[in-house]
DNA sequence: GTCTATATCTCGATAGAC
DNA sequence: GTCTATCGAGATATAGAC
């Protein structure tokens, strides 16, 4: 859960389930195709309290969408730091980034609606002349692997996107990559371990010196 | 444009505008998010005339996921039939499928969209018990680079969704990648060049024997 | 703080004149 | 085939009782 971030322990159990029924609904359809009344539902409350405690629609989604981009900074920091070496600071982030999204599918939706809408809110938060830090994390940790001689020279903004993408595409794509190897869907144990160990070997060999 | 695609040469005018205005509209909203009346507009129709060449909103967009993925595959086939060696074939797929979503971006917002929704249609075109023959082109090529030791041994499913979805996150998340490199967004030829050769180097190495 | 009821608006779809 | 006008469903947002 979401739920357990530091941002939601100020908040009242009310505000909580509307945040997280919010990221739900809004992660399955987007900002526009999303439904107060279904997020409303979701929270167990009826639609007039989500205009009391978010006065709209847009301020509530304004308000998801910044738990979730602080959410993702703090769990990429937590993978790199788990681990010393950079092969297995490399899987452990590929098995975090993936379990982290198969246990909340609703927040690569929420991602990709986001930027297939141009990004308007996540562009703001992630602004560096507003203070925003970014995935300065990733980068850094990339290009201090280059430079120590860890993995050969390689433009670490183009890794970074590579990287989130081999991971969100598994879960967007989902729906149809199932239909032509249906065990995929179910999202076992083996299927995690397989997806992690085959982009485990593709980047460590695609990198190396 | 998509409406070079030989199932087009059939359709009238207003029918060509119709489904290109479609494919632009369900692409930047998707199903729901997209308006009839922006799609009239677009066409330089209005909106009644929507309903008589097809039946319904859920009619037209079928037709337009049908004739997109229909293209798709033969592009990967073409691609991957003007070069002999898997390194050239591998790169000329990039190649071609990154201008391809970067001339259309419209595209991968559909192929989002609909997967975002489960996708009901797409899958339903994909099934194998249809008839559909799905990128099967695209994992055979893999199977047998393998079979004929020009890679090392690897799950075609596993690279697919990979390949696929390293340059699929570069147009989708553009919108937010843009933010710490801006040159990123004008997709000039600097910028194709690049992501390409970094693909191809890193998948290159990635499967080299 | 919480609810019901309703105002207001937008969108898909259709009727019917030309 | 093409248009204008409009219906009816469903959405956001608010008013007002409790």
Redesign the pocket.
């Known amino acids: 859960m979401l739920t357990d971030h530091p941002s939601y322990t100020c908040l ?1 159990d ?1 505000e909580k389930a509307i945040l997280d029924a919010a990221l739900t609904e809004f992660g399955r359809a987007g900002h ?1 195709g ?7 539902d979701r929270a ?10 978010f ?4 301020r ?1 989604y304004e308000e998801v969408l910044t738990r979730v981009v602080e959410s993702f900074m703090v769990s990429i920091a937590e993978a790199i730091d788990s681990e010393e070496t950079f092969p297995a600071q490399l899987r452990a982030l590929l098995d975090a980034y993936l379990r982290a999204h198969l246990s909340r599918p609703e927040v690569v939706g929420l991602w990709v609606n986001e930027n297939l809408n141009g990004a308007p809110v996540a562009r703001r938060l992630l602004d560096p002349e507003h203070g925003a830090r970014g995935p300065r994390r990733l980068l850094c940790w990339i290009d201090d692997a280059v430079r120590d001689g860890h993995i050969r020279p390689v433009d670490s903004v183009q890794f970074l996107i590579t990287f989130l993408g081999s991971v969100v595409i598994y879960l967007i794509g989902m729906p149809m990559f199932s239909t032509f190897r249906p065990e995929l869907a179910a999202g076992g144990e083996d299927e995690i371990r397989a997806r992690v160990d085959h982009l485990y070997s593709l980047f460590y060999h695609g990198l190396k010196p």
């Open positions: 009242s009310t526009s999303a439904r107060m009344q279904d997020i409303a167990g409350i009826n639609k007039a309290m989500l205009h009391y405690y006065r709209s629609k847009d509530l």
